[in-house]
């Protein structure tokens, strides 16, 4: 008996979804991602207000706090940008090192609410002006070398959309531990979607509802 072949593992080989052609589809995932920055911000400017909200310590989540979770969604994001900038990109292949040394003055970013504003911020801007590298599509379509620490080193081909695509789901993750401390802890009262998946939106909004909508809610 014949084994069933299992689906190859790599996504690029994917068929892309039938209801979308690919720019519409690059131009979901930066939308997406620029909402769920836009979600962030508006509870830091509505809500978190005081650095001692931002650096309490979770007893829900031992070890963790408001800032440290908005320090590692912008790291992420950063570490995607970082290979786009001119002058990482000359002479070389694109890489993306989420394991990468950063600097200490990233801590500034989970004690200070200016700074996660301003962190966020510049991950916003990074993201908007992805469009501006000429075709959305053919950009989060490149391939990329991802490099991972497992402890050891390990190089992996991904595409800048599907990275974009982890990124956002990142930042979901850590916003869904936010909302725990900042609601059940803090007792501040944050939207009942920040935190929630894309998809969970959709399935929840009407089929009405345009998707543009959809993620305006993020």
């Not at 931002?54 to 829900?60: A, D, F, M, R, Y």
């Not at 500034?108 to 993201?127: I, K, P, Y």
């Not at 850590?174 to 998946?197: C, K, N, Q, W």
């Amino acid at each position: 008996m014949s084994q069933r072949r299992l689906p190859a593992l790599d996504h690029k080989h994917t068929p892309a979804a039938p209801y979308s052609n690919h720019r519409d589809a690059a131009h979901a995932l930066q939308e997406v991602a620029i909402s769920l920055i836009d979600s962030g911000l508006r509870i830091l400017q509505s809500d978190i207000l005081t650095d001692e909200q931002l650096q309490h310590e979770s007893v829900l989540i031992p070890g963790g706090s408001l800032g440290k979770h908005f320090r590692h969604v912008t790291e992420m994001f950063d570490a995607f940008l970082l290979p786009l900038s001119t002058t990482t990109t000359a002479g070389g292949p694109l890489v993306i090192d989420y394991d990468a040394e950063l600097p200490r003055s990233r801590h500034l970013t989970a004690r200070s609410v200016s700074h996660a504003r301003q962190a966020m911020e510049g991950v916003r801007t990074g993201l908007a002006a992805l469009g501006n590298v000429g075709d959305l599509a053919s950009l989060l379509g490149g391939e990329v070398e991802v490099v991972a620490l497992t402890p050891s080193r390990q190089e992996l081909n991904s595409t800048l959309g599907r990275e974009l695509w982890f990124c956002s789901l990142h930042a979901i993750h850590h916003y869904t531990m936010i909302r725990t401390i900042a609601v059940h802890e803090l007792g501040l009262s944050l939207s009942p979607d920040f935190g929630t998946a894309p998809a969970t939106l959709l399935y929840r909004s009407r089929p009405s509802e345009p998707a543009d909508k959809v993620w305006a809610k993020l």
